[in-house]
Every structure is written in structure tokens, then in C-alpha cells.
């Protein structure tokens, strides 16, 4: 119960990130963007948020506790979800989607990391994984919220026509607005959550943190719990966190797994799928209000396999996974790219896409979390992992901000050729460079690393 509190901040992540998705072509007809560099700026700019929160998020989480954050983000996503749906000009609705971002930024840093810091090693995997389901929910939440207020938009409907419309006007406010109700309830849920353990240990409230402890697992595992937390606590200096101290040797190797694993996740390809499937459905000859009911079938497929991600997880491992991801990705962007090239239309850019995002919610998208989430050592986790997911949010920055102009010069065949290239070399990555987590503490995790 505590990880699925925990884990609403992914499901507002998800719908907020999104959301935009659906409502592209309403508020692009509404504020008359007529750029490639303005389109792409509208999609784009909750990344600057989202990397704005990401590296706060690090040191507050760290000084302040887990906690605390998710409460803040909670807030956030209720303000930036209502302010940027009933935005009058293009001005406020980029700030407040700015806003969001930081939501979304606090929320993929924390929630994922307060979920490892609670989970025994056992059910670390699934738990964290949890966070990547929720997200998924949302992202299915939003499309079929976008559906449903879109869909009595004809096919074929002119821009101008669209702009006139209930839904041009006021139909993609509701698509933003709707988040602000999850919102309510995650910022009570998160009131009753106990704080991370480990943190708890980590800032010299040791009691609280072995009657937490003792809850989730029973008194002996809440004994044996803390005492192996505080012997890695005692094997360090008691100082702050500095910045050098990322950059020592073992530190900075895990540090670049990290980031690596971070942008690997974006660079993919796949959130292009999500945020312009406006576009390449329409590229595939399809109309606005087919095109809305493909993308709740993305959806229901990112949720369908996420759901067989718990089951596999903590099975097979985290590297399987993830290798198994970057060659599914790359053969299927392969194969969408040569479709494109033949000029192939409907029903087959919309399988290759549904396969890609299969490959994804199997491997790339859960894992990369739970990777993040349990590689650093305790006491920079907070830190380590914020400079991690900030690499994450400004490799999505560029991948979407680029995606128009790139599938204008290249076409939409060259533009996902160089996303396979990229996960064919995230494949060599994982296997020459990502160790095997599953089934250790985070204990045995930091020591295995910084000493191997």
C-alpha cells in the first residue's frame, strides 16, 4: 500500500506527459502555431520543467526526506494540470506546462527511489516497477480522456474547423484539467505514508526507522534491516554530500551507467511514438478521430505488457530485460523506417509501432527505473539519481524538440533508422557495461559495485 501511494506520482506523471499528445492539434489551431520550431517548442517545453525538477529534487530529497517531495509535487501537478488547461494565451500555457514539468520532474526522481528505499530486496524489482505501471495507466488515461472528448471531431476536419469547434475551444482545457483531481488524492495518500527508512537512518532517527521497518517486514527483519543499513552508513564519513564525491573512481562509473541507461531510455525513439502520434498516424493516411481511438490502442498495449513486466523482473533480471528491449526496438524501428521508405499506409505503421511499444513496456521502460533507483549508494542516492533522471529529461528535451525538423530533412524512414541505430548501440552498452541487481539489497548492490 505504501508503494502505490507512492507510485501516483507515476500515474500523474504519466497522464501529464501525455496528455499533450491528444490535445496537439486543438490548442495548435487554437494559438495558430504554424512552425515546425513552434509546434515542436510546444511539445517540448514541460521538459525544461521536468529537468528543473529532476535536479532539485536530488538535494531537497536528500536534506528535506522523500516525503516531503511527493507532497510538493502533488501540489504542483493540481496547480500547473488546472492553470495550463484555461490558459488564454500561449505565453501562460508554456509556463504553466513548464510548471508541470517540475511536477513531473520531483516525481520521477522521488517516487521510484522512495519505493526502492521501503522494498524488501525479494520484491524490489515488481515494486519499483509498480511506479512504471501506474505511469502507463495515466499515459492510457489520458489517451482515452483525449478520445472521448475528441471524438466528435470528423475525419478530415479542416484546421479552421477544428478551431471553431467545442473541442477547439474548450475540449482540450478538459484534457489538462482532469489530472487535478488524481492530484488531490495522492497529496492525502501521501500524508499517511511513514518516510523512507533509509533516509530516516541516513538523517539519525534510527528508532523511526526500525518501527517502520518492523512494519513492512516484522520485528527481525526490522532489526537486521537497519543494522545492515547502518554498517554501509558507517563505512562512509558522516558529511554531507558534495559534488566531487560523484566523481571519485567507483562513484563515477555508476554514475555513468546511470546516465547512460537514463538517455538509452529516451533516445529510443518511443516517446515519439506517444507525444507526435498525432503525426505519424496522420503521415499513415489516418483521420483525427481515428487517429485518437489508434492511440488508446498504444496505450492499452504499453499497459497490457507493463502488467507482464511485474511478472518478469524479478525472474529473469534486470539485463535480460533490457538487452532483449534494445534489439526488439531496434529491429522494429528498422522495419517501420523501410515501411515509411515504401510508402506503406494504415494498418501496418500501426502494428510496428504496437510491437515497439510492446518491446518497450517489457524492458526499457520499467527497468531503466528500477535500475536507477537501485545502483547508487545510500547515501548519494538522492543526488546521483536526480543527476541521472536530469540527464533523462534533457535527452526527452532533445529527442522531442528535434523530432519535426529531424522528420522534415530525413523523412520519417531516416528519423527512426537513427533511433534503431541508437538502441543497437544501447545494446552493446547493457551488455559490456550493466551488472546483474536482481535479488541483492541495496546494501549488497553498493558494495558490489564500488568494489568490483
Given at each position: 500500500?505504501?508503494?502505490?501511494?507512492?507510485?501516483?506520482?507515476?500515474?500523474?506523471?504519466?497522464?501529464?506527459?501525455?496528455?499533450?499528445?491528444?490535445?496537439?492539434?486543438?490548442?495548435?489551431?487554437?494559438?495558430?502555431?504554424?512552425?515546425?520550431?513552434?509546434?515542436?517548442?510546444?511539445?517540448?517545453?514541460?521538459?525544461?520543467?521536468?529537468?528543473?525538477?529532476?535536479?532539485?529534487?536530488?538535494?531537497?530529497?536528500?536534506?528535506?526526506?522523500?516525503?516531503?517531495?511527493?507532497?510538493?509535487?502533488?501540489?504542483?501537478?493540481?496547480?500547473?494540470?488546472?492553470?495550463?488547461?484555461?490558459?488564454?494565451?500561449?505565453?501562460?500555457?508554456?509556463?504553466?506546462?513548464?510548471?508541470?514539468?517540475?511536477?513531473?520532474?520531483?516525481?520521477?526522481?522521488?517516487?521510484?527511489?522512495?519505493?526502492?528505499?521501503?522494498?524488501?530486496?525479494?520484491?524490489?524489482?515488481?515494486?519499483?516497477?509498480?511506479?512504471?505501471?501506474?505511469?502507463?495507466?495515466?499515459?492510457?488515461?489520458?489517451?482515452?480522456?483525449?478520445?472521448?472528448?475528441a471524438d466528435r471531431v470528423p475525419d478530415g476536419a479542416s484546421r479552421a474547423l477544428i478551431r471553431s469547434?467545442?473541442?477547439?475551444?474548450?475540449?482540450?482545457?478538459?484534457?489538462?484539467?482532469?489530472?487535478?483531481?488524481?492530484?488531490?488524492?495522492?497529496?492525502?495518500?501521501?500524508?499517511?505514508?511513514?518516510?523512507?527508512?533509509?533516509?530516516?537512518?541516513?538523517?539519525?532517527?534510527?528508532?523511526?526507522?526500525?518501527?517502520?521497518?518492523?512494519?513492512?517486514?516484522?520485528?527481525?527483519?526490522?532489526?537486521?534491516?537497519?543494522?545492515?543499513?547502518?554498517?554501509?552508513?558507517?563505512?562512509?564519513?558522516?558529511?554531507?554530500?558534495?559534488?566531487?564525491?560523484?566523481?571519485?573512481?567507483?562513484?563515477?562509473?555508476?554514475?555513468?551507467?546511470?546516465?547512460?541507461?537514463?538517455?538509452?531510455?529516451?533516445?529510443?525513439?518511443?516517446?515519439?511514438?506517444?507525444?507526435?502520434?498525432?503525426?505519424?498516424?496522420?503521415?499513415?493516411?489516418?483521420?483525427?478521430?481515428?487517429?485518437?481511438?489508434?492511440?488508446?490502442?498504444?496505450?492499452?498495449?504499453?499497459?497490457?505488457?507493463?502488467?507482464?513486466?511485474?511478472?518478469?523482473?524479478?525472474?529473469?533480471?534486470?539485463?535480460?530485460?533490457?538487452?532483449?528491449?534494445?534489439?526488439?526496438?531496434?529491429?522494429?524501428?528498422?522495419?517501420?523506417?523501410?515501411?515509411?521508405?515504401?510508402?506503406?499506409?494504415?494498418?501496418?505503421?500501426?502494428?510496428?509501432?504496437?510491437?515497439?511499444?510492446?518491446?518497450?513496456?517489457?524492458?526499457?521502460?520499467?527497468?531503466?527505473?528500477?535500475?536507477?533507483?537501485?545502483?547508487?549508494?545510500?547515501?548519494?542516492?538522492?543526488?546521483?539519481?536526480?543527476?541521472?533522471?536530469?540527464?533523462?529529461?534533457?535527452?526527452?528535451?532533445?529527442?522531442?524538440?528535434?523530432?519535426?525538423?529531424?522528420?522534415?530533412?530525413?523523412?520519417?524512414?531516416?528519423?527512426?533508422?537513427?533511433?534503431?541505430?541508437?538502441?543497437?548501440?544501447?545494446?552493446?552498452?547493457?551488455?559490456?557495461?550493466?551488472?546483474?541487481?536482481?535479488?541483492?539489497?541495496?546494501?549488497?548492490?553498493?558494495?558490489?559495485?564500488?568494489?568490483?
Open positions: 500500500m505504501i508503494s502505490c501511494v507512492a507510485a501516483l506520482g507515476g500515474l500523474l506523471f504519466g497522464y501529464d506527459w501525455v496528455v499533450i499528445g491528444g490535445a496537439k492539434p486543438f490548442y495548435e489551431s487554437y494559438f495558430q502555431l504554424n512552425s515546425a520550431e513552434l509546434v515542436g517548442w510546444a511539445n517540448s517545453c514541460a521538459l525544461i520543467g521536468c529537468f528543473l525538477g529532476s535536479i532539485i529534487s536530488g538535494g531537497m530529497s536528500d536534506r528535506f526526506g522523500r516525503k516531503k517531495l511527493l507532497l510538493l509535487s502533488a501540489v504542483l501537478f493540481a496547480l500547473s494540470s488546472i492553470l495550463t488547461g484555461w490558459a488564454y494565451n500561449f505565453t501562460a500555457f508554456i509556463a504553466w506546462r513548464i510548471t508541470g514539468g517540475v511536477a513531473i520532474g520531483i516525481a520521477s526522481n522521488v517516487s521510484p527511489t522512495y519505493i526502492a528505499e521501503v522494498s524488501p530486496a525479494p520484491w524490489r524489482g515488481r515494486l519499483v516497477t509498480l511506479n512504471q505501471l501506474t505511469i502507463v495507466v495515466g499515459i492510457l488515461a489520458a489517451q482515452i480522456a483525449n478520445w472521448l472528448i469547434s467545442w473541442n477547439g475551444q474548450y475540449g482540450w482545457r478538459w484534457m489538462f484539467t482532469a489530472v487535478a483531481l488524481p492530484a488531490v488524492v495522492f497529496f492525502l495518500g501521501a500524508l499517511f505514508i511513514p518516510e523512507s527508512p533509509r533516509w530516516l537512518a541516513k538523517a539519525g532517527f534510527a528508532e523511526q526507522a526500525r518501527r517502520t521497518l518492523a512494519r513492512i517486514g516484522g520485528k527481525r527483519y526490522g532489526d537486521q534491516a537497519l543494522a545492515e543499513i547502518q554498517d554501509a552508513l558507517g563505512a562512509e564519513e558522516q558529511v554531507g554530500v558534495v559534488w566531487h564525491e560523484l566523481f571519485s573512481p567507483g562513484i563515477l562509473k555508476i554514475l555513468i551507467i546511470g546516465v547512460v541507461l537514463a538517455v538509452l531510455q529516451q533516445w529510443s525513439g518511443i516517446n515519439i511514438i506517444f507525444n507526435y502520434a498525432e503525426e505519424i498516424y496522420r503521415s499513415a493516411g489516418y483521420g483525427v478521430s481515428s487517429i485518437l481511438f489508434n492511440i488508446v490502442v498504444t496505450g492499452t498495449i504499453n499497459l497490457v505488457f507493463t502488467v507482464i513486466a511485474l511478472g518478469l523482473v524479478d525472474r529473469f533480471g534486470r539485463r535480460a530485460l533490457m538487452l532483449f528491449g534494445c534489439a526488439g526496438i531496434a529491429l522494429s524501428h528498422t522495419v517501420l523506417g523501410f515501411t515509411y521508405r515504401a510508402g506503406t499506409k494504415g494498418l501496418p505503421i500501426l502494428l510496428i509501432t504496437l510491437c515497439t511499444i510492446a518491446c518497450y513496456a517489457l524492458s526499457l521502460a520499467p527497468v531503466t527505473w528500477v535500475l536507477i533507483s537501485e545502483i547508487f549508494p545510500n547515501r548519494i542516492r538522492g543526488l546521483a539519481v536526480s543527476i541521472s533522471v536530469s540527464a533523462l529529461w534533457v535527452a526527452s528535451f532533445l529527442l522531442t524538440f528535434t523530432f519535426p525538423v529531424l522528420n522534415r530533412v530525413l523523412g520519417s524512414a531516416g528519423t527512426f533508422w537513427i533511433y534503431a541505430a541508437i538502441c543497437l548501440a544501447g545494446f552493446f552498452f547493457v551488455f559490456t557495461r550493466v551488472p546483474e541487481t536482481k535479488g541483492k539489497t541495496l546494501e549488497a548492490i553498493e558494495r558490489d559495485l564500488t568494489v568490483g
